[in-house]
C-alpha cells in the first residue's frame, strides 16, 4: 500500500525559509513524478510544483516561482520542497502526491493517485 508522508511544517516568520520533506513508502518512488500542492481555509487545492521522476524536469506555480525549489533524492525515497522569502499568504497545508504517468499540465489534483495527509505551514507578518 502506497504511503506517503510529509514533514517539516511550523511556524516561520514572513520573509524566512522552511523545507519540508515527503517520504513515501509502498511504491516505486523513483518513478513516480512528485507534486507538492497546498491548500488554505476557505480556497481550493492549489498546485505548487511538480518534479519528473528522473529530476531533470520542474515545473512551478506563478505564485511561488524563484521563492520555492522541489528537489529529489530516489535513493531515500523522499522529494522535498525548499521555500524562501516565505510571505503570510503561503500559510496553508502542504500536500505531496505522486502520479504514476507524466500527462496533461500535472497542474491538477486529479493528474495524481497517491496524496500524504499534509503538513501545516503557518507564515507570520
Known amino acids: 500500500q502506497a504511503q506517503l508522508v510529509e514533514s517539516g511544517g511550523g511556524l516561520v516568520q514572513a520573509g524566512g525559509s522552511l523545507t519540508l520533506s515527503c517520504g513515501t513508502s509502498?511504491?516505486?518512488?523513483?518513478?513516480?513524478?512528485m507534486g507538492w500542492f497546498r491548500q488554505s481555509p476557505g480556497k481550493e487545492r492549489e498546485f505548487v510544483g511538480v518534479i519528473s521522476w528522473s529530476g531533470g524536469t520542474t515545473y512551478y506555480a506563478d505564485a511561488v516561482r524563484g521563492r520555492f525549489t522541489i528537489s529529489r533524492d530516489n535513493g531515500k525515497n523522499t522529494v522535498y520542497l525548499q521555500m524562501n522569502s516565505l510571505k503570510p499568504e503561503d500559510t496553508a497545508v502542504y500536500y505531496c502526491?505522486?502520479?504514476?504517468?507524466?500527462?496533461?499540465?500535472?497542474?491538477?489534483?486529479?493528474?495524481?493517485?497517491?496524496w500524504g495527509q499534509g503538513t501545516q505551514v503557518t507564515v507570520s507578518s
Open positions: 509502498g511504491l516505486t518512488s523513483s518513478t513516480y513524478q
Open positions: 502526491a505522486a502520479a504514476r504517468a507524466w500527462g496533461g499540465s500535472m497542474r491538477r489534483a486529479y493528474d495524481y493517485n497517491y
